[in-house]
């Protein structure tokens, strides 16, 4: 039993010391430095690990992968030091937070015996006066000062003094969080045309490879388009989806998603990521006016387009985006009755060509060209990601309070053998008695040493 | 406009510094008044100088959303667009307003800390100001683009701006640093040895290694008269855009008789080989393959050049080594005279260099090299000076020696300049304070960089190289706040500290970037963070 007892209290000795803190955040530190020169696994799925290993001699090559340097933040010596840096946040602060509840439930009274004594003297007579000269001379509002009975009292931030155990134990929330995300969140990436829906995503799971997750509903793309700056072949300015949440085939809900604008539906988040050219997905809109009359339609890749009074037809045969230089463009296939084949370009921004070539037999202009796109979305699934940020949160509002909101106080005694001014901070003592002795002395109110 | 202000700005903490180093020559307070007023008006001009900018990328952007949408934008949704597009989304941008942080953050530190020695900290910070701003001089890309979209968020204000305020906190604890231990009292043989070994690292580290001081200057190579490639990507011509037939070059510029094609092309009939018409383009006679190092490196192209480039790296380690041996073994009011020759040797080595290295790129006709070649871009297609190109890591070795040079300067005039600084325990509670503020904001840097990410790409957290070196250096300060408050290592090793912690701010600022750690999300040439 005993031997059971010193084995717990030597665990919980190291977990509680500070040299542990130290040893682990400079290996988490030096490890994820590492980390950053080798490729990484889970970032480069596709990585061939047979054709790195041509690099190394055998002995290192068995030394990277004893420590999994490969896929470095999830090894098993990161996570373990992962895992103690929360035992060790939690062994260093719980303890700190029974203190803390004890001592905020009240002020505190007598001045403890690690506070700074000065000696001060030519004090005005009476505790009221003297209440006032304090506080002017130190330059504080007189109302933070109060009659504690025996002399004065002052005291401040003792709300400030939680902000120790909330940066500790944010920042262990979001270790636990992370670790949780890395179990349980799964996110890919799924590819949509427009009309196209789907259920399933294509996602990368923990141990690097690919696998075909199902959505609970599905996902149909009604839209999508490029707001480009400029003219056609300009840069792009934004990428838009439209899209639609249907559950057995019930629209449930509909949403515009673009980058930074990101859908949440049933624990999954849809980003827009990037987009994919679909060249089969090319459709243009030609206005046409032959020997079947005019009209107005739209076409794909290999559809018919017109029939001039000879009989020759004419056919879609493929788009180019730019053509010379000249803008939009599709080749338009002449198929004659004899067999013979010949083609020529319409040019989206120089209408009437054709009309011009073949005056009163065909007219052909491509009105509108539109590329075929495929949305690409990234789907994220992480119930853990809402704990992050609160933990986030507690951790800069707990540095807030640690650097900000210093708990320290002030008692005035006065006795046979003089005046004494008790001064004590729970951090950085050193320097709130440095700052009260300098105005003290640029006072003149001397102090005996 | 906002170039020439910004040029203003760079002139004055010139001038700036030039009176703070006259002050501690000659003692005489007149001059550090100046230094500060000087000082002050850069600053002045540096802002108006970065407003000007954010001010004319709104109209960038709203004069290309007016484009795109087809119509005039008016009221709210104007204003909104115009205020869209900060002056830090690029490299050249990010470097000029980090410069800015650093001496807003340090100019207004010295001015609250009420004391007539404060004002060192300025003019340190005005030195990295300058060279932040010759750096951003080099890059290329200068010009004002419309906004990618992943960088059309108000996420991309709050993360940049803490960021940089972070880093101008961990600035001035570095500064306060390394002025603490030049106070202290760190015999000068240390500073000389850590100096060159720091300043030898930099060179090294940063110019390529002992290959760039070998004269195998290569970052692209000539292949042969008949431009070979493999896919379109492979062509970098003058004459873009470019297919990639055959194996051949070919532009997408028809040619003929009358109209034939400019030089380093020839004019090919290409046959389609259907009996269809044919058409006549220029085909590229020579071509830049960029990925290969080793065929005919640059010292081949340009000789001369290259000569005197691998003369000033030897001069300079030279001037290296003089320095440490001087500050190790000999007396302490030795100055350190030869070693400040042998820098100034290498820095004319250096001129003389690139100023014929220049005469020699225009002479040997040598367009497709200058045009796509010896400053090529990392990411394809983009305009972007590559970080890893040739010019730039001169640039930044000739960081590194200035800032062995600097450190010299110092401990030659060190009583000089101890007179000058303030006392021991004030710059230890100085690089206190600085961190204590410094890391909340690189806190709450850390904590939206997670927000956006998870807006933008969908995860808060990736293990991209940005996102690890920013978190290991939030974890160096967090090791500098627990050793020093709990363990007592003040003094001392808290400064060591709070410096090794700025080191790696400038290795996730600039290191990430220049691509020594591979490719991530960070570096498509967003916020050069």
């Not at chain 2, 305020?165 to 202290?184: E, S, T």
């Not at chain 2, 431009?227 to 037939?245: F, I, Q, T």
Request: overall charge positive.
């Amino acid at each position: 039993m005993e031997r059971i007892w010193s084995i717990v209290d030597a665990n919980w000795r190291l977990f509680r010391s500070l040299k542990l803190t130290v040893f682990l955040l400079i290996t988490l530190a030096v490890g994820s430095a590492v980390g950053t020169f080798f490729p990484q696994l889970p970032q480069q799925p596709g990585l061939n690990l047979e054709q790195l290993q041509g690099h190394y001699s055998p002995w290192l090559w068995w030394l990277l992968g004893l420590f999994q340097v490969f896929d470095l933040f999830h090894s098993w010596w990161f996570s373990l030091a992962m895992v103690a840096l929360t035992l060790n946040l939690w062994a260093c602060s719980l303890p700190r937070l029974l203190d803390l509840i004890r001592d905020l439930r009240r002020p505190m009274s007598e001045p403890p015996a690690s506070a700074k004594l000065l000696k001060l003297v030519d004090l005005p007579a009476g505790l009221e006066p003297r209440r006032l000269w304090l506080a002017k001379l130190l330059g504080l509002p007189a109302r933070w000062f109060d009659q504690d009975g025996i002399g004065l009292r002052f005291e401040r931030g003792r709300w400030g003094r939680p902000g120790f155990v909330m940066v500790h134990l944010g920042l262990s929330m979001i270790l636990v969080a992370g670790a949780w995300s890395q179990l349980a969140g799964r996110d890919g990436s799924l590819v949509l045309e427009p009309g196209q829906q789907g259920e399933v995503f294509l996602a990368s799971s923990s141990d690097g490879r690919m696998e075909s997750l199902r959505l609970p509903f599905a996902v149909r793309c009604k839209d999508f388009y490029l707001e480009k700056y400029g003219a056609q072949a300009g840069s792009v300015r934004d990428y838009v989806s439209e899209l639609e949440i249907l559950e057995q085939g019930r629209l449930v809900s509909s949403r515009r998603v673009e980058v930074n604008q990101p859908l949440a539906f049933g624990g999954y988040h849809f980003y827009q990521t990037a987009f994919q050219r679909v060249p089969s997905r090319d459709v243009a809109w030609f206005q046409i006016q032959d020997r079947k009359g005019t009209r107005r339609i739209q076409a794909e890749t290999g559809d018919s387009l017109a029939e001039d009074e000879r009989g020759v037809q004419y056919k879609l045969e493929k788009f180019s985006e730019d053509f010379k230089g000249y803008g939009p463009a599709a080749k338009v296939s002449e198929d004659y009755p004899d067999g013979r084949k010949r083609s020529f370009w319409v040019m989206e921004r120089y209408p009437g060509l054709v009309a011009a070539q073949r005056p009163g037999s065909l007219s052909l202009d491509m009105t509108r060209y539109k590329p075929g796109y495929a949305t690409v979305l990234s789907v994220a699934r992480d119930p853990a990601t809402p704990w992050i940020w609160l933990g986030s949160t507690l951790m800069i509002m707990g540095l807030v309070l640690v650097f900000g909101l210093r708990h320290k106080a002030l008692w005035l005694r006065s006795g046979p053998e003089g005046s004494t001014l008790y001064v004590w901070a729970h951090r950085g003592q050193g320097a709130f008695a440095d700052q009260v002795r300098e105005k003290l002395v640029s006072s003149g109110v001397e102090e005996q040493t | 406009m906002s170039a020439s202000v910004l040029a203003l700005a760079f002139v004055a903490y010139l001038l700036a510094t030039l009176a703070a180093l006259l002050l501690v020559a000659s003692s005489r307070d007149s001059w550090r008044k100046l230094a500060v007023a000087i000082g002050w008006l850069g600053l002045a001009a540096h802002t108006l100088g970065l407003g000007l900018r954010w001010f004319e990328a709104g109209l960038v952007e709203l004069a290309a959303a007016e484009r795109a949408l087809g119509h005039v934008v008016e009221g709210s949704e104007r204003l909104a667009i115009l205020l869209s597009h900060p002056p830090f989304t690029n490299m050249y941008e990010s470097l000029v307003f980090f410069a800015w942080s650093m001496v807003a953050v340090t100019l207004v530190a010295s001015r609250l800390l009420k004391g007539k020695r404060y004002w060192v900290l300025g003019m340190v910070s005005m030195v990295f100001a300058d060279l932040c701003m010759g750096l951003a001089s080099l890059t290329l890309d200068q010009a004002i683009a419309p906004l990618v979209p992943a960088l059309q968020s108000w996420w991309l204000f709050i993360h940049v701006i803490t960021a940089f305020l972070a880093y101008a906190c961990f600035l001035l604890a570095a500064v306060g640093g390394v002025l603490y231990l030049v106070r202290d009292g760190l015999p000068n043989g240390h500073f000389g040895r850590v100096g060159a070994a720091l300043g030898i690292l930099v060179v090294m580290a940063l110019a390529g290694g002992v290959p760039y001081v070998s004269g195998n200057l290569a970052s692209v190579a000539l292949l042969g008269d008949e431009g070979v490639c493999r896919s379109s990507s492979d062509c970098r011509g003058p004459l873009p855009p470019y297919d990639c037939l055959a194996g051949h070059c070919v532009s997408k510029e028809s040619c003929s008789s009358e109209v034939p094609c400019p030089g380093r092309h020839t004019c090919r009939v290409l046959d389609d080989g259907r009996g269809g018409r044919n058409e006549s383009r220029c085909v590229y006679q020579r071509m830049v393959e960029v990925s290969d190092m080793q065929r005919r490196p640059l010292r081949l192209i340009l000789p001369g050049a290259t000569f005197l480039l691998a003369g000033a790296g030897l001069i300079w380690l030279l001037a290296l080594v003089t320095f440490s041996l001087t500050f190790s073994l000999a007396r302490p009011q030795s100055k350190g005279f030869l070693g400040l020759v042998f820098l100034a040797a290498g820095a004319l080595f250096l001129v003389t260099a690139l100023g014929l290295g220049w005469r020699e790129a225009a002479g040997a006709d040598l367009g497709p090299l200058i045009a796509g070649g010896v400053w090529p871009p990392d990411v394809e297609g983009s305009t972007h000076l590559s970080l890893r190109s040739a010019p730039y890591r001169f640039a930044l070795a000739l960081v590194g020696l200035l800032v062995v040079g600097g450190l010299s300067l110092i401990i030659g005039l060190r009583k000089k300049v101890e007179g000058a600084l303030p006392d021991v325990t004030v710059l230890d509670a100085l690089v206190l304070k600085s961190v204590q503020v410094g890391f909340p904001l690189m806190t709450m840097t850390i904590v939206t960089g997670a927000v956006w990410a998870h807006y933008a790409w969908g995860r808060y957290w990736g293990w991209d190289p940005k996102e690890t070196w920013s978190l290991v250096a939030w974890i160096v300060y967090a090791l500098y706040l627990h050793v020093r408050s709990i363990h007592g290592w003040r003094g001392r090793k808290a400064a060591l500290v709070a410096i090794v912690g700025f080191a790696v701010v400038i290795f996730t600022f600039l290191g990430v970037n220049m691509g020594l750690t591979g490719t991530g999300l960070h570096t498509y040439g967003g916020p050069g963070m």
